[in-house]
């Protein structure tokens, strides 16, 4: 009988096979590829967004912090009988200038003081202080502030509020400008109760109301 033949040898079915596998290798290799890159990628958009959010909060902190100079206003009260710019107050305004200095502020700031017309007793030889709270308003000896009227210019701006002054704008080499305005007694109208329904502790409150002093800060524009 004739001999049968040898089968076939799968030779081409093996190089398929070897290709696909070819084929499968270079295929991960280069999707590895592509998510280690997406991953780097990813991670530098991270990067990206951070230093772009840090860099906002700076710059709405900037912007912050000049909307809060422009519009920033210290007032303090001024007791009766005392000097309005000495004291706590010069303290304050050197610590207030202080910080501005440190954080190179440029502008100006505005000293202002004015005083109220309070409800006193006394005599003009004895000099005049607060009248009781309790009595009416309209038995005050003397309603306004002869205390004020009496200050010398050099207790109004006294020698170390001008060495104040002159020591910022020297440091600052300009940079800062202090101004100092006397606003007086004037008040609007409505600012003091009726005398004859309102008790003495009633006026004076209105009264240490105007009496104070204040600062305001105005940055310097910017360079158009």
């Known amino acids: 009988p004739p001999q049968a033949a040898p089968p076939p040898r799968p030779v081409a079915w093996i190089a398929l096979a ?32 951070r230093a772009l959010a840090a860099a906002q909060g ?13 519009g920033r206003a210290d007032r303090l009260a001024v007791p009766y009988g005392e000097p309005p710019l000495a004291g706590q107050r010069l303290t304050a305004l050197a610590a207030l200038l202080a910080d501005l200095e440190g954080r190179g502020f440029a502008g100006t700031v505005t000293v202002t003081s004015a005083a109220g017309d309070f409800c006193l007793t006394g005599h003009p030889t004895e000099g005049y202080g607060l009248a009781p709270g309790e009595m009416p308003a309209n038995r005050c000896d003397v309603v306004g502030n002869p205390y004020e009227e009496s200050l010398k210019p050099a207790e109004r701006d006294p020698p170390a509020l001008a060495a104040l002054i002159a020591g910022v704008a020297e440091r600052s080499h300009g940079a800062i400008e202090v101004r100092v305005e006397h606003a007086g007694r004037a008040a609007p109208p409505g600012a003091y109760p009726s005398a004859p329904d309102a008790s003495a502790a009633q006026w004076n409150a209105a009264a240490a109301a105007r009496n104070y002093v204040e600062f305001s800060v105005a940055p310097r524009p910017a360079a158009p």
Do not use: K
């Open 58 to 70: 700076e710059v709405a902190a900037a912007r912050q912090a000049a909307h809060a100079d422009s």
């Open 18 to 49: 070897a290709a696909a596998c070819v084929v499968a290798l270079v295929a991960g290799y280069f999707g590895w590829r592509e998510h280690q890159a997406a991953v780097a990628l990813a991670a530098r958009l991270e990067d990206s967004a």
